[in-house]
């Protein structure tokens, strides 16, 4: 019974946490204490669905208590991202505040080299790996969105955006290997955040992207398919044809394909 006790406080202040994250207000639980292993070693064969009715996959390792544990890893990580955003004393400090944040930034590092690489999933696309792999994408991306908003004098701004935009490209190619491998129909809805945050700030830095276009297309594959499940999503497909039909933003030509429905 204590360990369920742990565990449920441990996932009430994790799902506490994401939601701080993804409405950008201050976490009302703290962190549990108490360190747990929410891995355990009972795991279970895994079949992936289909991409339609014709299709039957073997099955194969579900890798579960690994995943559960690199959520545990990611969460806590997430939290401490949390604090430095609402930490009173860096608000004014942006050199503070980018010494502070090489600790999470580099803990996402050693946690996405602790995992298989993207070639490596490509090779054998496991679906929970391909969503955790996107969730730290998404994390890293949000540390960095963070310390460019407090940026106010644009010191490291460029720095940052390229870095963001290397994490958009690595997010858009989980995507396509989780599309090809898996079908547009069959999305987790873990991955509605991730794909919309970047389809927001991407509609507004087109110019910039360069190469990275493909990944804005990719995401906008993504946007349209999850529009029809999530409101969130809808919402922000529906800002981007706006702006586009407004001029305001100048879409590639494939994207405003997809987001009109045409391919």
């Not at 929970?128 to 310390?147: G, P």
Request: proline share 3%; glycine share 4%.
């Amino acid at each position: 019974m204590e360990h369920v006790r742990n565990i449920t406080a441990w996932g009430i202040s994790s799902l506490n946490g994401q939601m701080s994250m993804k409405l950008k207000k201050v976490a009302t639980l703290s962190q549990p204490a108490t360190k747990i292993d929410t891995g355990g070693d009972h795991d279970f064969d895994w079949t992936p669905y289909p991409r339609s009715n014709h299709i039957t996959y073997a099955s194969k390792r579900g890798h579960l208590p690994e995943v559960r544990q690199g959520l545990a890893e990611l969460t806590d990580i997430m939290l401490h991202i949390e604090k430095l955003r609402y930490d009173k004393e860096l608000n004014s400090d942006f050199d503070l505040l980018m010494a502070r944040a090489e600790v999470p930034y580099h803990q996402l590092q050693e946690w996405l080299a602790a995992w298989p690489s993207t070639s490596q999933i490509e090779k054998e696309p496991i679906s929970q790996i391909l969503i955790l792999r996107i969730k730290c994408v998404h994390v890293i991306m949000h540390l960095i969105e963070m310390l460019v908003e407090r940026d106010y004098q644009s010191s490291k701004t460029a720095q940052l955006q390229e870095s963001w935009f290397n994490q958009v490209e690595e997010m858009a190619q989980c995507l396509r290997i989780h599309r090809q491998s898996y079908g547009i129909k069959h999305i987790p809805s873990q991955l509605a955040d991730a794909v919309q945050g970047a389809l927001r700030v991407l509609a507004h830095r087109l110019e910039d992207l360069g190469e990275a276009k493909q990944a804005f297309i990719e995401l906008c594959r993504f946007g349209v398919a999850m529009g029809q499940k999530f409101k969130s999503t809808a919402v922000t497909i529906q800002t981007i044809q706006s702006l586009s039909s407004e001029k305001s933003v100048i879409l590639p030509k494939q994207a405003i394909a997809i987001l009109d429905g045409l391919e």
